[in-house]
């Protein structure tokens, strides 16, 4: 059984920075398409970026290209989200989800929103 915990996320400064990271106990990273996704108060659940367990290919959603960035260490079964130049824009609940990668690619995931598996998230403020 696959769970997803992630770490702590903050407050943070307009402009500053914060990594979150998302540990898939129970799993073989290679086999999971794994996804951060962020939900603001009063608005839909969105995909964030996702990335292959597999072969590391990743999606990000346009909002966040350039400042976002996802990587993975299979060793620690762990996937991390490196967000900087954060705008107030960017605060919500954020989540760790997957799904195994016969089911779904890298861009599906992010898109369509169909896991297996969610984390409980973790919320991050961006505010002066």
């Known amino acids: 059984q696959l769970q997803l915990v992630e770490s702590e996320g903050g407050l943070v400064q307009p402009g500053g920075s914060l990594r979150l990271s998302c540990v898939a106990s129970g799993a073989t990273l290679e086999n999971y398409v794994i996804g951060w996704f962020r939900q603001a108060p009063g608005k839909e659940r969105e995909g964030v970026s996702c990335i292959s367990g597999r072969d590391g290919s990743t999606y990000y959603r346009d909002s966040v290209k350039g400042r976002f960035t996802i990587s993975k260490d299979n060793a620690k079964v762990t996937v991390y989200l490196q967000m900087n130049s954060l705008e107030p824009e960017d605060t919500a609940r954020y989540y760790c989800?997957?799904?195994?990668?016969?089911?779904?690619?890298?861009?599906?995931?992010?898109?369509?929103?169909?896991?297996?598996?969610w984390g409980l998230g973790t919320q991050v403020t961006v505010s002066s």
């Open positions: 989800a997957a799904r195994n990668r016969w089911s779904t690619t890298v861009q599906q995931l992010c898109v369509s929103r169909v896991v297996s598996s």
